[in-house]
């Protein structure tokens, strides 16, 4: 180094010339190996920048196909099990009693029931349905001596529907007989095969019959049937006292015989 100088210093241009040479050799030389140095040092330092990846292009979500719904194969609708029609029951064949007794269609029983009922009880001995019927005039025949026989006032119907079956009902009567004793539970009767005749069916066929007082249905009979005078009568009453028609009573017979077309000239009470 001392050597460089010396000849930096001298005075030969030559020397000179030549120590500024290898000056600035020594200045490159050492100006390229920091470079170097430092480009290395620096490219161990640096991370390099990554590339910026591409963002995936977004693959389109394809909308799901809608799964068609399956058409419902329409359900026939069920046929209804036919309901058997019931049996219809038969009609009742409608039978007078007095052709229900004598064709031993029923068996019967009459009984009393006072001066104004007899029970009737009826059992069917056949195999149709039946409905007899007891019409006002319908007569009841007393098995007992001394007892007035019986005479039917209002309709009545029985229905009996089966073999075997039975019924009993309370019957609207008067009594025919006049003198004799009243009917009691004990006393028994039997239907006369001839109903009421004469003014005595005219009178009972009336069709407001029914709707009168017992007092005037039973004087009215008696008074067709026993022919009493005015004060003939028997009493009706109760607890053994009783008393003949009212004079309002003898009118209201001789206008109900009258509306039957019953001759009152006939009648004594009447006269």
């Known amino acids: 180094m001392s050597r460089f100088w010396r000849l930096f210093s001298s005075k030969n241009a030559i020397g000179k010339v030549l120590a500024v040479l290898v000056i600035s050799s020594i200045v490159v030389a050492a100006i390229i190996g920091g470079t170097y140095y430092y480009v290395m040092t620096s490219s161990s330092m640096i991370k390099p920048t990554p590339s910026p990846t591409a963002a995936p292009t977004a693959t ?15 359900t026939p609708p069920a046929t209804p099990t036919p309901t058997p029609a019931p049996t219809p029951t038969p009609a009742p064949t409608t039978v007078e009693l007095e052709d229900a007794v004598g064709g031993s269609l029923v068996q019967a029983t009459f009984i009393g029931e006072g001066l104004t009922r007899v029970r009737v009880t009826l059992m069917s001995t056949s195999g149709n349905a039946l409905e007899v019927v ?28 089966s073999y075997g079956s039975s019924s009993s009902v309370s ?31 005219k009178l009972l066929s ?64 009447l006269q």
Do not use: H
């Open 134 to 161: 007891i019409l006002p005039g319908t007569l009841f025949e007393t098995q007992s001596a001394g007892v007035q026989n019986m005479v039917v006032t209002e309709r009545k119907e029985v229905v009996l529907m």
């Open 171 to 201: 019957v609207p009567g008067a009594c025919v007989n006049m003198e004799l004793d009243m009917p009691g539970e004990n006393d028994t009767f039997t239907i006369s095969s001839i109903p009421a005749t004469g003014d005595l069916a």
């Open 206 to 269: 009336l069709p407001n019959f029914d709707n009168e007082t017992f007092r005037v249905q039973q004087f009215a009979i008696w008074t067709i049937t026993d022919n009493p005078t005015r004060n003939g009568y028997m009493g009706i009453g109760s607890f053994g006292f009783g008393t003949g028609p009212s004079d309002a009573e003898i009118q209201k017979i001789r206008t109900l015989l009258v509306s039957a077309g019953i001759s009152t000239d006939n009648y004594q009470a």
């Open 60 to 74: 389109p979500t394809l909308a799901p196909t809608p799964t068609p719904k399956p058409t419902p194969t329409p």
